[in-house]
């Protein structure tokens, strides 16, 4: 077998990998498929699939790269930084081609186009969306698409060759420090650093599919419209008046559904749910539930267990300013050998001396979930008001620039230190 598919999960999302492959393999006779798995069980399960692979076990880190690693960066961040390392395993197993998807994508129809154009070039991508809108009538506010990255790496395909060998050493290498989801340094996750690849290579190395059925996603739907043609599922441009060319939809991206939901017959999204949720859309996740509730018993096997690195060595919630706190310590030369320790004189300890442990889960507050978040504003713009009358003009002015080097976690490890050894950037 030449060709081989895989998706990155924890292991609580396994049962999610699973209905992946299971919709995949339904498709494409000729494929294998692997479900990679960022962390750890405590003992193995007998029950566990056999295409399961560990990625700490093949991905070539040091010991000290991993945990730093996995201390750092969230549950997101961390499956996204190793996506290198498993595209490398593949090859080394001696697969020719090598095909990533999310685990929330569901595969409707044959991936052979894909395959194809891997013949020729060593790398095939999907942008975010795939048509000009002067007059853009999407959802998803395009400053975020530039935020995001122009391809969303939902997706990704490479052929072994000595192209593709360069970009995973290239990505690789940038992914182990810089994958977070940060706006101010204009990171996001793993897929931001792609659109620097068509400056890298020329047209017979990278292909981009403007194939409006592949990669179909929330932030895309209001450009896509689905329809039945011959008992398949079609994408038609949902505006009459565009240019792109009717398709089969080969995959789908659940990205934001409430899968807890969709294995009890619902059809939420607990994320991005500003994005509308057109009716033609039920033709895709009517067959996405079905696949839910087909195997719920397998979802929630191991739905359940807890992310290995998402605790303390105390089972204390690692917070993700905790994670980017650290970070800014490691660039400020620190040496923190066992961040998930607890013992005295530890990074946990000093955040505790700093009352930053708490039980409250902050990473769960958002814009659309704190409680009268606009009375909220309203007071913090009377601060501001305030802090005007204070400083005057140029004072408050100048201070407002400087908010830019403060938003980040990192810069604020004088949180932490008796002195300020990590001053803002100017």
């Not at 039945?228 to 659940?254: C, E, G, M, Y």
């Not at 902050?362 to 008001?385: G, M, P, V, Y």
Request: net charge positive.
């Amino acid at each position: 077998m030449t060709n081989c598919a895989f998706t990155i999960v924890a292991k609580n999302y396994i049962g999610l990998g699973h209905i992946l492959g299971q919709s995949l393999l339904r498709q494409q006779k000729d494929i294998d498929f692997f479900i990679f798995v960022v962390d750890e069980f405590q003992s193995i399960p007998k029950t566990l699939p056999p295409n399961i692979v560990f990625v700490k076990n093949i991905a070539g880190y040091s010991h000290s790269e991993w945990v730093d690693m996995a201390f750092k960066y969230d549950l997101t961040e961390f499956c996204t930084a190793v996506k290198p390392a498993c595209f490398q395993h593949i090859f080394s197993l001696g697969y020719e081609k090598a095909i990533y998807f999310d685990p929330d994508i569901y595969i409707f129809s044959s991936i052979d186009e894909i395959l194809s154009k891997l013949q020729k070039y060593s790398i095939v991508l999907t942008p975010q969306i795939a048509a000009i809108h002067v007059n853009y009538e999407g959802e998803h506010p395009e400053w975020a698409m530039n935020v995001n990255g122009i391809f969303n790496l939902g997706f990704c395909g490479m052929r072994k060759s000595q192209t593709s060998e360069q970009i995973l050493q290239w990505w690789r290498i940038r992914l182990k420090d810089n994958c977070f989801v940060d706006r101010s340094t204009g990171n996001f996750t793993d897929q931001k650093w792609m659109d620097w690849i068509p400056g890298f290579f020329a047209n017979d190395e990278l292909f981009v599919f403007h194939h409006i059925g592949m990669n179909m996603a929330p932030w895309n739907f209001f450009e896509r419209e689905l329809f039945l043609k011959d008992n398949q599922i079609w994408v038609r441009p949902r505006n009459k008046q565009a240019t792109i060319k009717t398709s089969p939809l080969v995959f789908l991206h659940f990205a934001g559904y409430d899968y807890n939901q969709l294995k009890q017959g619902k059809i939420v999204r607990k994320r991005i749910e500003n994005l509308s949720e057109y009716e033609d859309l039920a033709l895709a996740t009517t067959r996405y539930k079905d696949a839910f509730l087909k195997n719920a018993h397998l979802f929630d096997a191991y739905l359940p267990l807890q992310y290995s690195y998402a605790t303390y060595d105390n089972a204390k919630r690692i917070d993700s300013f905790h994670r980017r706190l650290y970070h800014g310590l490691i660039l400020a030369g620190e040496e923190i050998k066992a961040p998930f320790s607890t013992v005295h004189k530890s990074f946990y300890d000093s955040l505790l001396k700093k009352k930053m442990i708490q039980a409250e889960n902050l990473d769960q507050l958002t814009q659309r979930n704190i409680s009268n978040i606009d009375k909220k504003r309203e007071q913090i713009a009377i601060l501001f008001k305030m802090l005007y009358w204070v400083l005057g003009y140029k004072r408050y002015s100048l201070f407002v620039k400087s908010l830019y080097n403060y938003c980040r976690p990192e810069m604020h490890t004088f949180l932490v230190k008796k002195k300020n050894i990590n001053k803002p950037e100017d």
